[in-house]
């Protein structure tokens, strides 16, 4: 099996395991697990907040009004949805589209630490407040450092962190859709200079980052969920 096909398969592994999570109280409220989508050999990975309702009942990220300006804003600076892998923080939704917990975000985020370690993005572009804090490993608020690119570590790999406003941000406040729009703008830029190769990473990254490994099992669960992989 190619590289490629290697990356698929262990990324379908992992969601399997997503889709059998009852680790928090999350499992209770879900129609599907929103794993994530788009190309399992992206250069450049988007991590957002939590699923929406709509994304909960299609079990798939950003299919609302969110993801519109997401795809509008990428077809801006020249890139596909289809050419990138989308994510989330929580991969279940918080019911009523509540902020998610601490409690929640722990839980979940080995799921997420997995997909960048197996995706290898070049650039992670971290939607929000929820997706920076967590992959920062630092407490600082999206409006302090959104296009502010730095050379993170997360687990084993060293990858190019671009922090954005959210989307959902963007939707109704113009002020706030032109600096995403300017921000996006760096996006080409990023992903040209390539993988940091001896840059020292800033900061300590997030915490408790484990290499991929087994997860335990929860019961079956009988429910949707999609994995649009490319
Ligand atoms: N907002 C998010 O953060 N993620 C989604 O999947 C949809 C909306």
Same mark, same amino acid.
Request: with cysteine.
């Given at each position: 099996?190619?590289?490629?096909?290697?990356?698929?398969?262990?990324?379908?592994?992992?969601?399997?395991?997503?889709?059998?999570?009852?680790a928090?109280?999350?499992?209770?409220?879900?129609?599907?697990?929103?794993?994530?989508?788009?190309?399992?050999?992206a250069?450049?990975?988007?991590?957002?907040?939590?699923?929406?309702?709509?994304?909960?009942?299609?079990?798939?990220?950003?299919?609302?009004?969110?993801?519109?300006?997401?795809?509008?804003?990428?077809?801006?600076?020249?890139?596909?949805?289809?050419?990138?892998?989308?994510?989330?923080?929580?991969?279940?939704?918080?019911?009523?589209?509540?902020?998610?917990? =601490?409690?929640?975000?722990?839980?979940?985020?080995?799921?997420?630490?997995?997909?960048?370690?197996?995706?290898?993005p070049?650039?992670?572009c971290?939607?929000?407040?929820f997706?920076?804090?967590?992959?920062?490993?630092?407490?600082?608020?999206?409006?302090?450092?959104h296009?502010?690119?730095?050379?993170?570590?997360?687990?084993?790999?060293?990858?190019?962190?671009?922090?954005?406003?959210?989307?959902?941000?963007?939707?109704?406040t113009?002020?706030?859709?032109?600096?995403?729009?300017?921000?996006?703008?760096?996006?080409p830029?990023?992903l040209?200079?390539?993988?940091?190769?001896?840059?020292? =990473?800033?900061?300590?990254?997030?915490?408790?980052?484990?290499?991929?490994?087994?997860?335990?099992d929860?019961?079956?669960?009988?429910?949707?969920?999609?994995?649009?992989?490319?």
């Amino acid at each position: 099996m190619s590289a490629a096909a290697d990356r698929r398969e262990s990324l379908k592994d992992v969601y399997r395991q997503a889709r059998a999570c009852v680790a928090c109280p999350l499992h209770e409220t879900r129609n599907t697990v929103v794993f994530g989508s788009g190309n399992a050999d992206a250069d450049l990975m988007f991590v957002g907040e939590a699923p929406g309702a709509n994304e909960d009942l299609q079990g798939m990220p950003f299919v609302g009004q969110a993801g519109k300006l997401l795809e509008r804003l990428l077809g801006e600076v020249g890139i596909a949805r289809d050419e990138v892998f989308i994510a989330n923080t929580v991969k279940c939704r918080p019911p009523g589209n509540r902020d998610p917990y =601490p409690h929640e975000i722990d839980a979940c985020r080995h799921f997420l630490y997995s997909q960048i370690e197996l995706i290898e993005p070049v650039v992670i572009c971290t939607l929000g407040n929820f997706a920076t804090k967590l992959l920062r490993g630092e407490p600082d608020g999206i409006s302090r450092v959104h296009g502010q690119a730095e050379v993170r570590a997360i687990g084993p790999r060293t990858v190019r962190l671009y922090p954005l406003y959210h989307p959902a941000a963007a939707l109704y406040t113009p002020s706030t859709l032109e600096m995403l729009r300017a921000d996006f703008l760096r996006i080409p830029e990023l992903l040209r200079l390539g993988p940091p190769a001896g840059e020292e =990473p800033a900061g300590e990254g997030p915490a408790g980052v484990e290499p991929a490994g087994e997860e335990p099992d929860g019961p079956p669960q009988p429910e949707g969920g999609q994995l649009g992989l490319f």
